[in-house]
């Protein structure tokens, strides 16, 4: 049985959409990542374990953590070298896992926001499975030598973006898709794979050589569609 553990952060949440997805999950290890904490206070959502410096988050939800629950709390001070996200992530691994998902992970803050995407390196490179997911994005991270297979009638949104990670990216070939593609060299200056859209029932995405950072996409989601992508992912 594959082992999810799902990462609550302190960026911007959606209270429905961050329950659609646990509820998605009925084994699973949650961790609360400082003001991700209070999405699952609010809720009524015991998390297995808790990190962070606890400087953003309201001082009632720490202190019921602290006293009324016997939830694991790793406490670190707010000056060290990592962020809490990255600790949170860490931990994961450590205490073993096959899938994460990042919720909370994206918001105003941009360095926050890219703070995160590149935490992800950390779990490819353990190699576990991780996502950053919203109600509009959903943020992954490929090694070349494998095919990616994205279903239209599955899809999370209408868009998908190719962006290569940390280096170029050598035969790049998507099929089945508004703007189809063979054999690119995609370089990290390269917006040529931005927005593109999946044509067919399937679009297929292969490259020989180098990561791809894959970010599915959609402008607005209603009620509805946001619990039906969270239990399809």
């Known amino acids: 049985m594959s082992r999810i553990t799902i990462i609550i952060t302190g960026g911007d949440v959606n209270d429905a959409f961050v ?4 509820n998605a999950y009925p084994q699973k290890r949650i961790i609360g ?10 809720n009524k959502v015991l998390p297995d374990y808790i990190v962070g410096d606890f400087d953003s988050i309201k001082e009632e939800v720490i202190r019921y953590y602290r006293d009324e629950t016997d939830v694991p709390i790793r406490e670190f001070n707010p000056v060290k070298d990592a962020s809490d996200t990255e600790i949170a992530i860490r931990l994961a691994i450590t205490l073993g896992c096959d899938k994460m998902i990042l919720l909370g992970a994206t918001g105003n803050r941009l360095d926050h926001v890219w703070a995160t995407v590149q935490s992800l390196e950390i779990a490819s490179s ?5 996502e950053i997911l919203d109600r509009h994005n959903r943020i992954r991270l490929f090694d070349g030598g494998q095919e990616i297979h994205l279903k239209k009638a599955e899809a999370f949104g209408k868009y998908f973006s190719v962006f290569p990670w940390n280096g170029d990216v050598e035969r790049l070939t998507i099929k089945g898709a508004k703007y189809p593609l063979e054999n690119h060299y995609l370089k990290p200056c390269d917006s040529l794979c931005v927005s593109n859209e999946i044509q067919d029932e399937e679009a297929v995405i292969s490259f020989a050589f180098g990561k791809i950072l894959l970010m599915e996409t959609r402008d607005e989601c209603g009620e509805q569609e946001t619990v039906r992508s969270a239990h399809a992912l």
Request: aromatic residues 6%; without cysteine; charged residues 25%.
């Open 126 to 130: 353990a190699n576990v499975e991780a």
């Open 19 to 22: 329950l659609s997805v646990l």
């Open 33 to 42: 990542v400082d003001k991700g904490l209070e999405v699952l206070y609010r």
